[in-house]
């Protein structure tokens, strides 16, 4: 008989960048209402798993002087319960990026909520930049992978894509896919690119990321860079959604592995000839803090 295959139709969600309004809580209610239609779009196209960009739950998602903007939401709370309530009736799990408050921890988390609309997970964010520091959110310290019912994703928000070993961990802890939500703007394209593609070379395994949109001529250099997509296990980019708003679908097999000889003189899924091949007995310099510790005191000279 014939092994049935590991399909997952993953949906990334590219949510305006900009949501006008005459007030903030007109501003936080238009794009509650986008976020529901974006999921609504999703789930009529049956998909296994959803992905939004991060702090989907705030209207602005570039940096704001108008610190009373940074509103955080309670997880759980009234933003999830509506969140969940899509979940459960389009039968999909969904990853959704916030600003948050999460057993009194005020941080960038992606909650991830499954089938049946129940929080299932809650990812926060390992390398928050200084600013957001400076706004009160606190750092993770674990990289943890979320077994699903469609696949075992491992998360990885904005900055933290910026280290190749946190893609290596969430890989040796069995991840199947990765997922890449973020704000990050186009100072430095070719640099985003090359480094979003080589966490699936690094580890063989896809990268779905999700990003903020502008309408039709809205996209100037500078801003948000937009292109949610899929990236595949060799590093090719398969499917994205531009510069524009709306919502990108793709399936992938998560049991059509690519094959390399890699390390090896025969031929394995590289996910597994990465692992066996590594030597992690010559990387416990990157395990020192004594070169974080040099480094930060020079930067704060």
């Known amino acids: 008989m014939k092994k049935k295959k590991h399909v997952v139709r993953v949906s990334a969600i590219q949510l305006p960048a900009d949501v006008e309004g005459p007030s903030f809580a007109e501003k936080q209610w238009r794009n509650l209402q986008e976020i529901r239609r974006m999921l609504a779009i999703a789930g009529e196209r049956r998909s296994d798993l959803v992905l939004f960009g ?28 509506v969140i969940a309530s899509a979940a459960k009736k389009y039968r999909m799990n969904v990853v959704i990026p916030m600003f948050g408050r999460c ?19 809650c990812y926060q964010k390992t390398h928050p930049t200084e600013q957001e520091q400076a706004m009160g959110i606190m750092a993770g310290n674990d990289l943890p992978v979320f077994s699903l019912d469609c696949a075992k994703i491992g998360i990885m928000t904005c ?46 395994l896809y990268v779905v990321s999700a990003c903020y949109g502008y309408p039709d001529g809205g996209w100037q250099p500078g801003k948000m860079i937009g292109r949610s997509g899929v990236v595949g296990r060799d590093g090719l980019i398969l499917a994205e959604i531009g510069r524009g708003i709306g919502v990108l679908s793709f399936e992938m097999d998560l049991d059509n592995k690519r094959v390399t000889h890699f390390f090896f003189s025969e031929m394995y899924d590289r996910t597994m000839a990465v692992t066996a091949s590594r030597r992690p007995e010559l990387y416990h310099d990157l395990a020192d803090l004594s070169y974080k510790q040099k480094a930060f005191r020079l930067i704060r000279r």
């Open 54 to 81: 991060e702090y989907a739950n705030l209207h602005h998602r570039t940096w704001s002087k108008r610190k009373n903007e940074y509103v955080p939401d309670d997880i759980p709370g009234p933003f999830t319960r």
């Open 103 to 121: 057993k009194n921890v005020l941080s960038s988390f992606a909650v991830i909520l499954d089938r049946s609309g129940m929080i299932s997970g």
């Open 159 to 204: 900055m933290d894509i910026e280290y190749p070993e946190v893609a290596q961990v969430l890989m040796l802890h069995g991840a199947e896919m990765l997922l890449f939500p973020h704000v990050q703007a186009s100072w430095g394209e070719v640099d985003w690119e090359i480094r979003y593609r080589a966490r699936a070379i690094d580890t063989g």
